[in-house]
């Protein structure tokens, strides 16, 4: 996202402003429809989606089995680890925003796609064909991994999520929404035109890929992360486990109320921040 500079004047202390508030995307936007821009950024959601899940799904199962205590030659504390596990999650999203922010925006969650259009980021059209692709493009991308890894891949859980012995599922639950809201705020944070304006040197996919990083350390032993729901879909159609079913719902519901809150929580904040700098200004202007 480059800065944009808007050289209007505030309306109470005639100051510049170094940004430009987005208008809201409309509720339905049915002229998108006609628009190639609409269909590439669909398949790029798609795209990205397949590739995530695929590397994502990929190192889980081949940690479990260079870590599997019932073969020979094998060491327990071997593989990547779970921190490995968290760098390949946290790394690919870095690497599939940037690559695809340029023409979907970078979503490949629909959480983050649900709390953008609760903040009026994109259209419900926009919305609804990008969480088709995301989800068609997890189970394409986990399904790979089956094709590929075919003698592990039932063994090793199929990278699918499911709430951990030990840990109920209002755990599981609040697991997923409390780490859903980190990733969905800081991806409001990082793509927010003033602090894109502030900041301009800072590469927004960054802190969004960290924050998946530092989720999955937190998570992992809860949930396995699920945080967004098109890589739990797409792991449990294709390894179509009953504990995984049963489940499922909590990688919906969890994901869905922690985008809300981070929705909701970034329009109050950013509302606060506009009251306070037009009183600055307008305190400025006049010399109190």
């Not at 023409?103 to 990008?130: C, D, E, M, Q, W």
Request: neutral net charge; charged residues 15%.
């Amino acid at each position: 996202m480059g800065k944009e500079v808007d050289v209007s004047t505030l309306e109470s202390g005639g100051a510049a402003r170094d940004y430009v508030d987005p208008a809201p995307a409309p509720l339905v936007d049915v002229d998108e429809l006609g628009k190639w821009s609409l269909y590439r950024a669909v398949i790029a959601e798609f795209v990205a989606t397949l590739l995530f899940l695929y590397i994502t799904v990929l190192t889980v199962i081949g940690y479990k089995h260079q870590t599997d205590a019932n073969l020979a030659g094998t060491d327990a504390c071997g593989g990547v680890g779970i921190l490995g596990i968290a760098w390949a999650f946290g790394g690919m999203i870095f690497i599939l925003v940037y690559c695809t922010a340029g023409i979907s925006g970078g979503h490949i969650n629909p959480a983050v796609t649900f709390g953008l259009f609760l903040a009026r980021k994109v259209s419900l059209v926009r919305a609804v064909l990008y969480m088709a692709a995301q989800c068609l493009g997890a189970i394409c991308g986990v399904a790979l991994v089956k094709g590929f890894q075919s003698g592990f891949y039932a063994r090793y859980g199929g990278g699918a999520n499911e709430v951990s012995d030990g840990y109920s599922k209002g755990t599981g639950l609040a697991a997923e929404i409390i780490g859903t809201f980190v990733l969905v705020y800081t991806v409001f944070s990082a793509t927010d035109p003033k602090r894109n304006a502030r900041d301009s040197h800072v590469l927004a996919p960054l802190p969004i890929g960290f924050a998946v990083f530092m989720v999955h350390l937190a998570t992992i032993p809860v949930t396995g992360t699920g945080i967004n729901p098109a890589r739990s879909l797409g792991a449990a159609v294709v390894y179509n486990n009953s504990k995984a079913w049963s489940d499922q719902w909590i990688f919906w519901v969890g994901p869905f109320i922690g985008a809300a809150i981070a929705a909701l929580y970034h329009q109050i904040a950013d509302l606060v921040v506009d009251i306070h700098g037009r009183t600055w200004m307008r305190s400025s202007s006049t010399g109190v």
